[in-house]
């Protein structure tokens, strides 16, 4: 290589000047975002434990069931709580992609989620107001956590819908599976 060569390169860029893409992670992509989405995939391992405290009492006896019940409640709230730290412009499959591009389907789920959630809560601070006894009273703040999680997710899903529904769209901007099809 000749000097003139050598000195004509350019400069290699450093890394703190690369653009990072959102939609790839990595080491040189440590976005707010993608550690959300990263810290996301918790739901999944707390979803496990509530599952376990579920079945504990088919295993081992009803003893200690509402205890069991209340940690299942506990653990599947924070589970779904962490499920709203997502990315809310991916979908997770295509019925869920489905869903939120459907402008009545995706209204329907949100109203869905909307009782679900504010059903779990009033649920849970009437039977924690109204319970004579501390097992029954656990388990309505079991109800409530859930509640609370629940919320987690339908600002996700708000997020989620008025990202992918086709309504408020460009015809040019169709997912690429509905390319292939028109």
């Known amino acids: 290589m000749t000097a003139d060569r050598a000195l004509a390169r350019p400069a290699a860029k450093s890394i703190s000047s690369r653009k990072a893409d959102p939609r790839k992670a990595g080491p040189g992509n440590v976005s707010p975002r993608n550690?959300?989405?990263?810290?996301?995939?918790?739901?999944?391992?707390?979803?496990?434990?509530?599952?376990?405290?579920?079945?504990?009492?088919?295993?081992?006896?009803?003893?200690?069931?509402?205890?069991?019940?209340?940690?299942?409640?506990l653990y599947m709230g924070i589970g779904i709580g962490l499920s709203s730290l997502q990315d809310p412009t991916r979908t997770q499959n295509e019925i869920s992609r489905k869903v939120w591009q459907n402008p009545r389907k995706g209204m329907l789920m949100l109203w869905i989620l909307a009782l679900y959630a504010f059903g779990m809560i009033a649920a849970g601070l009437l039977g924690s107001y109204l319970s004579s006894t501390s097992a029954i009273h656990q388990l309505s703040l079991g109800l409530f956590s859930?509640?609370?999680?629940?919320?987690?997710?339908?600002?996700?899903?708000?997020?989620?819908?008025?990202?992918?529904?086709?309504?408020?769209?460009?015809?040019?901007?169709?997912?690429?599976?509905q390319e292939k099809e028109a």
């Open 146 to 177: 859930v509640g609370l999680g629940m919320i987690g997710l339908l600002k996700t899903a708000i997020e989620m819908f008025e990202h992918h529904r086709l309504d408020k769209k460009p015809a040019d901007a169709l997912h690429p599976a």
């Open 35 to 73: 550690v959300f989405q990263i810290v996301s995939y918790l739901q999944y391992p707390l979803m496990l434990v509530a599952l376990a405290y579920a079945a504990k009492p088919a295993v081992t006896g009803l003893d200690g069931i509402l205890d069991d019940a209340n940690y299942a409640l």
